[in-house]
């Protein structure tokens, strides 16, 4: 694992060099002799510093597996995003432009390269300024014909993916979770998973937020693969339970009923349902932890049922068209943080590592919603791919 990691880092080191190279001579280009000098200089000092900030803490001492700084990294990762996407068109344009010997192609590039490196910085500048923070609630309506009469217009709320440790401590973005929840007034909330990004201490000071979230109403929960704490490196195999044990426990004392490869039993006047929660799948390196069959172990093959999993690629794998489970709610995904809309259809690079990434699926004549989640991991930036609270209303078909 280690030797990989050096590998990437090193890939990634060359890449940068290239491109920070083709940046520094399409720049070159474009601007007066009189202020060349100071230019270049300015450039060749940011570069240098990203590129001994990355050495830090990605490289040297070598083990971020045990970083506990997220601010720093999210940081360094803004800053590094919105490095590369103004140097790499302009290098791509250089590189390109020595192609062409003509004159008037290479004055057409020059412009061309220096727009659309300007559009794709203020892209990414506007998603981690204002793209974290502003929520989209999605409301979607389901309808099933053997959905209980008493659950008609029974509504959900999901939310998923809320990794505290990025929320720097902050709690407007929480907050504003539960004014909407507080507004929507759902009959039942659920959590898909991903409550921290790996440590415990990460819980510290949410609980009152959490409390009003799931004041009043049923609130059930279940674990994402950052839960388990298998991103970092641990002193000892106690030390590691510890921690997993904290965030598990963390879960009852927020207000959620965390399902461990179990279900419940949801009953409205007469008439009941289904929930059935399990532990994380994924396809390898995630892990597998899920035990459908005992979660449904004891609950009648004809009742009404809804799966709560965090990674939608256990949905594809093992339960459309294997087990009778009528709608799946998953997260996980984030969309990538990054998404394209082009005629209504929305795209997004997590499309390349699974089909099910955002929104709803219907296979088997049943359903699957992948929630795009609150936080963020890795880039401090949702560019197009904002935070999500999903409103799922079922509705019974009437059948004569």
């Not at 060359?14 to 202020?35: C, D, E, N």
């Not at 609630?137 to 509504?155: A, M, Q, V």
Request: charged share 20%.
């Amino acid at each position: 694992m280690r030797s990989i990691h050096l590998l990437f880092s090193i890939a990634f080191g060359l890449f940068y060099i290239l491109i920070s190279f083709g940046g520094l001579k399409a720049v070159t280009q474009l601007i007066s002799k009189r202020y060349k000098k100071q230019i270049i200089f300015s450039l060749l000092f940011l570069s240098v510093s990203i590129f001994l900030s990355l050495l830090l803490l990605y490289i040297w001492p070598g083990n971020i597996r045990t970083a506990k700084n997220y601010n720093c990294y999210f940081f360094s990762n803004g800053i590094l995003s919105i490095d590369i996407v103004f140097k790499a068109p302009l290098a791509l344009f250089y590189f390109f432009g020595l192609l062409f010997k003509n004159t008037r192609y290479r004055e057409t590039l020059s412009f061309t390269r220096l727009i659309i490196s300007v559009c794709f910085t203020l892209f990414v500048i506007y998603g981690i300024v204002f793209g974290t923070g502003r929520v989209v609630t999605k409301h979607i309506e389901l309808s099933f014909k053997n959905l209980p009469r008493d659950f008609d217009g029974y509504k959900i709320v999901q939310i998923s993916d809320i990794h505290l440790g990025s929320l720097s401590h902050s709690h407007k973005l929480l907050k504003n979770i539960e004014s909407k929840i507080e507004e929507i007034n759902p009959d039942i909330l659920f959590f898909t998973g991903d409550l921290v990004n790996n440590y415990s201490s990460e819980l510290d000071g949410w609980a009152p937020v959490f409390e009003k979230m799931t004041k009043n109403r049923k609130s059930f929960s279940i674990l994402g693969n950052h839960d388990y704490g298998n991103y970092s490196d641990w002193q000892s195999k106690q030390a590691k339970n510890t921690n997993f044990e904290r965030i598990a426990n963390a879960h009852k004392k927020f207000g959620f009923t965390l399902l461990k490869n179990e279900h419940v039993v949801i009953t409205r006047k007469a008439d009941s349902i289904y929930v059935i929660g399990v532990e994380n799948w994924g396809h390898p390196p995630f892990p597998q932890y899920a035990n459908l069959e005992k979660a449904l172990s004891g609950v009648p093959n004809n009742a009404f049922k809804i799966l709560l999993t965090h990674d939608p690629a256990h949905w594809e794998s093992q339960v459309a068209g294997k087990q009778p489970v009528n709608l799946t709610l998953a997260g996980h995904t984030h969309g990538f943080q990054f998404g394209i809309i082009k005629a209504g259809i929305p795209f997004s690079f997590a499309w390349f590592t699974r089909k099910e990434w955002g929104g709803l699926y219907s296979k088997y004549n049943v359903y699957l919603y992948v929630n795009t989640g609150l936080g963020t991991i890795g880039f401090p930036w949702r560019i197009n791919m904002p935070p999500e609270v999903t409103v799922l209303t079922l509705k019974r078909i009437e059948v004569d």
